[in-house]
Every structure is written in structure tokens, then in C-alpha cells.
């Protein structure tokens, strides 16, 4: 029986045609998505589901989801889909990273003229018979500072626009190189700087933990009087409350906002504004971005159902059906590796270098490589997946190199990471045993023989008696309750390290209270996807 596919967002009907052509049956239905009954009701009956961001993706969806093997998302924002749930499922997410990069870039781009000279307000005037041409007063571009915040794919794409433009390009992002900031003919700045002097700042950073609320008003208190921000990425990395204050008071002369924090946008303190230029997520909207988005997501999704190829997979490597039962507990590996690197590593990563000993180095070594990438960013870039995290990891010049040898061990193969700061250089090793599951080998140069777990406590400490119970104890009174604990050391008196399994993630109140202990060197809340294990 062939396959089936349902389209339950609005897509191109050449896509459609794909699926066809590669003989899978396909119901084409870009109204269903908005029913959440109805799509709930007939969910069981299909193998892949093709969307666009209308469509939600929920874990009770999901649960209704008796065939389902995989998620085709035309576009890169994934935010509609519940990942840790597919995953426990065992359904692959895929999305379409860099097929509408340069149309959400040219919006931006067009967001800037748009602030700068005032187009919409003057358009709506003059079309109401109206002659006011002292009323909009704009400004000029050239010679102006554009503040680039997240300078990867897109944001990259907006820099070198901006150059071109004769303005002068500053930009913050935590891994963006001295030498690809040169490449690009932009300045690397601190967050702070950037604020500071920015004429016009425009946003590229995917929405973490990190980038949530990014400007608020006390960001907006350290910027120039007069700055116009432009918001074509995510809803959230904006205090819309905040930013509706500064219109008003004049501090911020426009703001050009394509993304809401609740979408559809249609009641918005900012609708209304004559200093607001807003659109309807328009980022992605044109006729080339659709077009090369939904052919995209076809062609993967037919390649996955018919011969088992995965690409640009939010959970899964790029690998071939026929290596992946060998392969994948080594992707999980190498995966949470880099996430424990890339949750433990502050400070701009200048080199990566991935051993592979044994068995290991006889491996599709490239998924291995790029799970370890994705892991190690995904603190950063919430959306990277195992196709992008090489090109991501590249255009910010990190270093990476791959290393492989002969068994020299007790293990039969492992994977050791290890990463260049400025300032430190930090390794982690691990390897699978018989159950396929992850496991920590080495941290720090010291020996030991950690699972992972899905909320762990990682501390560094000069090996002294009590650490334990301290601990212990500021767990107990805290009401956080610890499953399992590792410990490791390299010699007596040397250096240690704890690893605690908790219940939640840990409280970062009661972080601080640890940190803030004479004995502790540090400490640090980690979180792994151990779904599907």
C-alpha cells in the first residue's frame, strides 16, 4: 500500500504534485489545520503530515497519530510542533532551513526603507487626497549604524545588504568570529555597544531562554533617542508593552514589526501607531520562498517514505536505513556530548575537535560530526538540526576538526569532544554500551561511568570531605529531591566533579545558594532530550 500524506496547510500546489509523481497518496486539505477537531478525528490515517505553521502540532495530536512517521514543515520555524513528543513517538520532524533566508532578509531590508522614509503613512495620506509633504520628514540610511542582533544565516544575509547600503554594520552574536565578522565587513560588538549605538537595530536570533524579552525597556534605555528597531524573527524577542512606551515617549522614533508574541496578531497594543510599520508575518511571503519551501518539504518527505532517506531532521540525523540501526545510539552520543559542552560553555567557541577511537572511527563519522554540532548550539540556536549545525558552526568560524584512531583503550569505542575558548579548554567522553544508551566516561580528565538523565546538577569542587552533604543539603531544604548522584576525581585533594539526577530542572534559586558556597568552583543546571532512549 502506498504511503499517505496529508496537506493540512495551504502549500504549493507543485508540491502536491511531487508526492504524486513519487507515487504516494496525497489529500490535499489547506483548510483542515484550523479544525483542531476535525484534524484530530482523521490524523490516524496518514503516514506524513505536510504543514506550514497554521497547523499545530500538539502531543494529543500526536497521540491520535497511529501511523504517523513524519512532519514536513515548509519554512523553518518549528515552533508549531510538540518535538520532545514527536520524538518519544518516534515520528522525524523536518523543516526547511535556508529555503526562505534571503525573502525574510529583504523584508527587513525593506522594514528599514519603510521606518526610514515613513512609506506607509505617506502612502495612506496621499491616496486620501491629502498633500502633506512637510509632514514626512525622513531620514537617510547612508552613513547610518545598523545593529545586526544574531548574525547567522539571515542575519548575515541583512549585514552585508546593509554594507551595501553604506551604512556602517555593527553586530552581536555569541558565535560570531573575529575573521567571519571581517568576511561579512561587519563590527563585532557586545550587546550593550550595540544598544548604545545603533541607529537602526534589527533582530535575527531564533526565541530561547536566552533571547526571550532581549529588548525591554531597560535595553531600550541604553539605546540612541531616536532608534528604530526592526522585528522580522520571532514574537517574544520584543516586549511589545515596553516598546509601545518608548513610541509613545519618543524614545524610539519606528519600529517595523513582522512577528507578535500572539499570533494571529489581531488586537495589538502597536496596531494603530503612525511610527509602527506592522505586517502579517510576512517574512517568508513570496511567490520564490513558497515555491522552494514546499518543494523542498515534498522531496523529503517522498525520499523518507519511499526509501527511508532522512534530511534536515529536527530529531533525527541524515543518515541511510541501512546504517541506522548501528548508528543511531552513537548520534544520541554524540548529540548530548555537545549539548553538555554547549550547556556548560559560556564564552565564544573558537575549535571543536571530535575524537573517534575504535569502532566509533569506522562509523558514518559526518552524522556524528554533525550531531555533536547540533548538541553544541542548540543552548544558541533552538532550531538548528543535524543538516544546518555544520553551515551554522562554519559561518561563525569555529574551527572543527575530526580525529580518528585505533582502539587505545578498555572501551571498545568512544567519542571524545573537546572545545577551545579563549580563555579554557573543555572535553567530555562518552560511549554506548549493550542497552544503546549514552553514557559519560570522562569529564574533565576524570574517569567515571555516568548515565545521562533528562535534569542533572553539574558541579566542580576541590576534593574535600563534606561536599556531599553540602549537597544534600541545600537540596533537602530546598525541596529538590535527587534521584542519583555521580562522582569522579582525579586523584586525592585533586580535582572533583558531581553529577546529581533530580526529579524537575533545577530551581535557579537554589543554583545560586550552591554557587554561592566556598567549596563549590561551579555549577551548572543541565537539561538532555532522553525521549526515545
Known sequence: MAPRVLVSDKLSTTAVQIFKDRGIDVDYLPDLGKDKEKLLEVIGQYDGLAIRSATKVTEKLINAAGKLKVVGRAGIGVDNVDIPAASRKGI??????????ITTAEHAVAMIFALARQIPEANASTHSGKWEKNRFMGVEITGKTLGVIGCGNIGSIVATRGVGLKMHVIAFDPFLSDSRAEELGVEKVELDELFHRADFITLHTPLTDKTRNIIDAAAIAKMKNGVRIINCARGGLVVEADLVAALKSGKVAGAGVDVFEIEPAE??????????????????????????????????????????????????????????PRLKPFVKLAEVLGAFVGQVTEDPIKEVEILFDGSTATMNTRALVSAALAGLIRPQVSDVNMVSAPIMVKERGIIVAEVKRDKSGVFDGYIKLTVKTEHITRSIAGTCFSDHKPRFIQIKGIN?????????????????????????????????????????????????????????PFPETVLEKVRAHKSIDSAKRLRFDVGGE
Do not use: W
Open 92 to 101: 522525524i520532524v523536518m523543516n526547511t532551513p535556508f529555503g526562505n533566508s
Open 267 to 324: 488586537n495589538n497594543p502597536l496596531f494603530g501607531m503612525e511610527n509602527v510599520v506592522a505586517t502579517p508575518h510576512l517574512g517568508a511571503s513570496t511567490t520564490e520562498a513558497q515555491e522552494n519551501v514546499a518543494l523542498q518539504v515534498a522531496e523529503q518527505m517522498s525520499d523518507y517514505l519511499i526509501k527511508g532517506a532522512v534530511s534536515n531532521a529536527i530529531n533525527m540525523p541524515s543518515i541511510t536505513a541501512e546504517e541506522a
Open 448 to 504: 567515571l561511568d555516568a548515565e545521562v538523565g533528562q535534569h542533572m546538577l553539574y558541579t566542580t569542587n576541590a576534593d574535600a570531605p563534606g561536599i556531599i552533604g553540602l549537597l544534600g543539603t541545600v537540596c533537602g531544604e530546598n525541596g529538590v529531591n535527587i534521584a542519583n548522584f555521580q562522582l569522579g576525581r582525579n586523584r586525592p585533594g585533586g580535582d572533583a566533579i558531581a553529577l546529581l539526577y533530580l526529579d524537575a
